[in-house]
């Protein structure tokens, strides 16, 4: 079993939406993640961490449940510059998710 | 401050012929990686280093691929002979003691 699992999307929603996406995990003791995105032809740059105790920061909110063994992303009031690949990796880990799609349309 | 250096960014070759990619990490990070990333696919680790030694290799196809970090600063990977398969982006990352991962613009490999 991969150490964590994404649903490749795409996700699709118009501009002002809210979207959510999760990653799955396989081992138990992670207890924190980090979320990266990666624009087109880009490389990944760090999003934001998560913690047992969630991370908010601006229209971004992560969030960790370890009773089901999965991490969130939620992206509020959604913006076309929100479109791109969102990986999640745990802390200290080298196991990339393969991302979730996303992409905002006006 | 300076982010991860790498070069070439872009590489075409043909099969069996071989080639390297340069990595400068961020001044001060002792840990390094190597990724291959399949278009479509997320990131893929070669090779960590920790200063100049190897700390994880083991997805490392290493009748083809090396890779070493002699001073514990720069380091290159290399592909020989090089494959169709091995068309990939690789990325060169390094790591802060938080082990939040800074990557570098990547190398575009094309085997022809």
């Known amino acids: 079993r991969k150490e964590v699992e994404q649903d490749p999307g795409p996700f699709n929603v118009p501009e002002g939406a809210t979207v959510a996406f999760n990653c799955t995990y396989s081992n138990s003791a992670s207890q924190s993640f980090f979320w990266y995105r990666q624009d087109c032809r880009k490389e990944p740059k760090l999003l934001m961490s998560?913690?047992?105790s969630g991370n908010e920061d601006g229209r971004f909110t992560a969030q960790l449940n370890r009773a089901s063994q999965y991490i969130s992303l939620l992206i509020r009031d959604s913006k076309l510059s929100d479109s791109a690949t969102y990986l999640c990796v745990p802390k200290g880990g080298m196991r990339f998710g393969a991302g979730t799609r996303l992409t905002v349309k006006p | 401050e300076a982010g991860v250096a790498q070069s070439p960014r872009y590489k075409i070759i043909e099969k069996r012929q071989s080639v390297a990619f340069w990595c400068n990490p961020i001044?001060?990070?002792?840990?390094l990686y190597w990724y291959q990333q399949i278009l479509g696919q997320g990131p893929k680790l070669l090779i960590q280093f920790q200063n100049n030694g190897v700390v994880d290799d083991s997805q490392l196809p290493k009748d083809r691929f090396s890779a070493e970090r002699l001073k514990g600063v720069d380091s290159t990977l290399k592909i020989q002979p090089a494959k169709l398969e091995d068309s990939a982006v690789y990325l060169c990352?390094?790591?802060?003691?938080?082990?939040?991962?800074?990557f570098g613009p990547g190398t575009r490999l094309t085997v022809l």
């Open positions: 001044s001060g990070h002792a840990t």
């Open positions: 998560v913690y047992s």
């Open positions: 990352a390094s790591r802060t003691d938080y082990n939040e991962q800074f």
